[in-house]
């Protein structure tokens, strides 16, 4: 089975505290178990994490844990300090400690060959669903999470689930109301035609960089793949089951909905001057500031964005976030899913896999991580951050999990294609570059992914 480079993401709503069969206190994890029904904890003696009672159970549990995250961040300004410290108030003797990495995916992957990387990572998505046993523990069975958590299923394999979502994002457009406001814009757009008239009203009457590219950070442009699923479809399906098996994906449609029409806003965007005047000189860092001061009008990014550029200046109240402009047989609808999810090496001590999972508990049920993230909640009983009020009668969708048969297909057609879709930008940065230079048209670009998809599902996808 190949690698892949990546995988999708998905979505949905906010329910209730996980209940549990109970589990004593104790130093010594083994001795003393929480009981659970999944395999890993019957085969070790180590609990569910779905029975685990945060601030019951092993409160006397020792363990310093090392926990490796894609949020530098949030690292370096001493966010999580705040989050372990409040976590050691009930476990007072488990000692947490992070490591921040910034080209995440590609050193962690790397890294997870070493059995003595750490204690919790986020998985990185370039490790298939069949390939995380390989890697981390089985922390429970999806039927004993999955009507509480949402993006219960993005990192399992069957029933069996290695990742608990840190929080999520819905996928949409960070945006400056104040300057939206400005440029005479009074509802926000619903399709590409209305988005692109709207940067044309941006460019016309603001000052502001109507969209910002975020080009030279290599990693922002990514995220432009991740609207062509069900927000751009309408179907859930579309990434992990139907793309993977459909020739020509990227071809128009003709009616603005599909990849074709996420890709052509951003070719038109460039192509019509409605972008930074030289991509190679953006600057991640200092977009921030630049959007909250009202000096850009908006960027793709997903919604884990958007406490970042609130932070980045006086003008919190006018950064605002909405839906991708793609509307499907007269409806909008928006991606959601799981941001990295939390894995617990498979090859740590038993007393660290508790330690562990009861941290990552705490944090998806007790910490407000997701909220002040302004993410989509992890519980469905949780409350919707103010920021997705936009959200509000658009129609969230999840990608849908493939069934077991096919898990490695889109994986592999994927990465046999050469795209990554999800994982790596060079595609995304093509179509900037073609708009700019005039060389090739989308239809150019589209042609070539088309060809190379095309030979990828001939080889993986089952005959029909």
């Known amino acids: 089975m190949k690698k892949a480079l990546a995988l999708t993401l998905a ?7 996980l209940a549990g069969c109970g589990g004593g206190s104790g130093s010594s994890a083994a001795a003393s178990t929480a009981g659970g029904d999944s395999a890993s904890a019957e085969a070790s003696g180590v609990p569910s994490y779905a029975s685990l009672k945060v601030g019951e159970d092993y409160t006397d549990l020792k363990a310093d844990l090392k926990l490796i995250s894609q949020r530098t961040d949030l690292i370096q300004d001493g966010t999580f300090d705040g989050y372990v410290a409040e976590f050691q108030k009930l476990y007072p003797n488990i000692s947490i400690s992070y490591e921040g990495i910034t080209n995440y995916a590609e050193d962690m992957t790397t890294r997870l060959t070493s059995n003595d990387w750490g204690d ?37 394999y069957g029933q069996d689930v290695y990742g608990i979502p840190s929080t999520g994002n819905a996928q949409g457009i960070v945006y400056n109301k104040a300057v939206f406001e400005a440029a005479g814009i009074t509802e926000l757009p619903k399709t590409p035609d209305e988005f692109l008239a709207d940067l044309q009203l941006i460019k016309d009457n ?22 062509i699923g069900g927000g751009a479809t309408g179907d859930g ?32 965007a460039v192509k019509n ?55 499907v047989n007269g409806t909008q609808y928006a991606s959601a899913g799981a941001d ?53 009668g658009i129609e969230l969708i999840e990608d849908t999990q493939a069934p077991a048969e096919i898990a490695d297909l889109q994986p592999n057609v994927n990465q046999e294609s050469e795209l990554s879709l999800n994982a790596d930008q060079t595609h995304v940065q093509r179509v900037v570059e073609a708009a700019i230079n005039g060389d090739e048209t989308l239809d150019d670009i589209v042609a070539d992914w088309n060809e190379a998809w095309n030979a990828a599902v001939d080889e993986y996808a089952p005959a029909k």
């Not at 090496?345 to 562990?356: E, G, R, T």
């Open 11 to 17: 979505a949905a709503m906010a329910a209730t505290l």
């Open 120 to 156: 919790i990572c986020m998985i990185p998505t370039t490790i298939p669903l069949t390939e995380l046993g390989d890697y981390f523990y089985k922390l429970c069975d999806l039927d004993e999470i999955k009507d509480e958590y949402n993006f219960a299923s993005n990192r399992a």
């Open 206 to 227: 603001t000052d502001a960089i109507p969209l910002y590219t975020n080009f030279a950070a290599g990693w922002t442009m990514s995220a432009w793949d991740a609207y």
């Open 237 to 268: 399906d579309w990434m992990n089951i139907t793309m993977p098996q459909t020739k020509d994906p990227f071809a128009d449609r003709g009616d603005g909905t599909g990849p074709y029409a996420v890709y052509n806003i951003l070719y038109q």
């Open 273 to 327: 001057g409605l972008t930074e005047d030289d991509p190679t000189t953006t600057d991640w860092e200092g977009c921030k500031p630049m959007i909250n001061e009202g000096k850009i009008g908006c960027m793709t990014l997903g919604s884990w964005a958007i406490v970042q550029m609130q932070a980045a200046g006086p003008n919190a109240d006018d950064i605002g976030y909405m839906p991708f402009p793609i509307t």
């Open 340 to 392: 990295y999810c939390y894995g617990v090496n498979k090859n740590i001590s038993d007393d660290n896999k508790i330690a562990a999972m009861l941290y990552i508990k705490w944090l998806s049920e007790s910490s407000n991580f997701a909220y002040d993230q302004g993410g989509v909640p992890v519980l469905k009983s949780q409350e919707y951050p103010e920021t997705l009020k936009a959200f509000d």
